[in-house]
């Protein structure tokens, strides 16, 4: 059977825990059945709590020298830390742990209250 250029693409479900945002990254997302509480994020490792948004996420890990599937869970904010924080100034030159729920939720608390950032000019620090 040969691949044909008018053949849909597979589906790719991405499933997601807690109140979803009126953001294009939940458009056609699958809600969960419920939060994994407890679940390690797989950024902060902090446990997920009740009313927490975020993302399921497939991991491949090695056990044994051998491939073993298994499903993570993310805040989505400490998921958006990786890929926006750096614009918002919440990041590792700026002196930020990019590992830590707190700078994930500056970069949430910085999302809110700037529009459109400026690289050039930090909002100060809020105390955490």
């Given amino acids: 059977m040969s691949a044909s250029s008018d053949a849909p693409a597979p589906a790719l479900t ?5 109140p979803a945002y009126d953001v294009p990254l939940f458009d056609g997302a699958t ?12 950024y902060c490792t902090e446990a997920i709590q009740q009313g927490d948004t975020g993302w399921e996420r497939p991991m491949i890990t090695m056990v044994d020298g051998k491939a073993k599937g298994k ?4 805040h989505h ?4 830390l990786g890929t926006i924080g750096h614009i918002y100034g919440v990041c590792s030159c700026t002196g930020f742990d990019t590992t830590s729920r707190a700078a994930a939720l500056e970069l949430a608390y910085r999302m ?15 105390e955490l």
Avoid: H, I, N, S
């Avoid at 991405?14 to 807690?18: E, H, L, P």
């Avoid at 499903?71 to 993310?74: F, I, S």
């Avoid at 904010?77 to 958006?80: I, L, N, P, T, V």
């Fill in 14 to 18: 991405v499933y997601y825990f807690g």
């Fill in 112 to 126: 809110r209250v700037k529009e459109r950032p400026d690289p050039w000019v930090q909002p100060p620090r809020r």
């Fill in 31 to 42: 809600p969960l059945p419920g939060t994994p509480v407890g679940q390690p994020c797989l």
């Fill in 71 to 74: 499903l993570a869970y993310a």
């Fill in 77 to 80: 904010e400490c998921e958006a």
